[in-house]
């Protein structure tokens, strides 16, 4: 089992920024990918960014551009640093671990774009 903890979410002006941790714990493979999906009031969870063990990563059309996604793998920890950010991208941020065992989501942590 391994245990997701998410942090940094908060309210932020539109065109403003904000960074995302996402820290796991417990049995975690040498091999795996994280990843980040939101949810939207009113709407399904979507895929936003991931990363693999080799730093390969896959965004999102909607965030090319304005979103990065890192890893420290020494800290078992994934980044999203996101920038330009507009009220479009309001919503709760999931961190989401996958290897050959399974999947694991944290609780989510609240991002809101508002003036």
């Known amino acids: 089992q391994v245990q997701l903890v998410e942090s940094g979410g908060g309210l932020v002006q539109p065109g403003g920024s904000l960074r995302l941790s996402c820290q796991a714990s417990?049995?975690?493979?040498?091999?795996?990918?994280m990843e980040w999906h939101r949810q939207a009031p009113g709407k399904q969870r979507e895929f936003v960014a991931s990363?693999?063990?080799?730093?390969?990563?896959n965004y999102a059309d909607s965030v090319k551009g304005r979103f990065t996604i890192s890893r420290d793998n020494a800290r078992n920890t994934v980044y999203l640093q996101m920038n330009s950010l507009t009220p479009e991208d309001t919503a709760v941020y999931y961190c989401?671990?996958?290897?050959?065992?399974?999947?694991?989501w944290g609780q989510g942590t609240q991002v809101t774009v508002s003036s």
């Open positions: 417990g049995r975690i493979s040498s091999y795996y990918i």
């Open positions: 989401h671990y996958r290897d050959y065992k399974g999947t694991s």
């Open positions: 990363i693999t063990s080799d730093t390969s990563t």
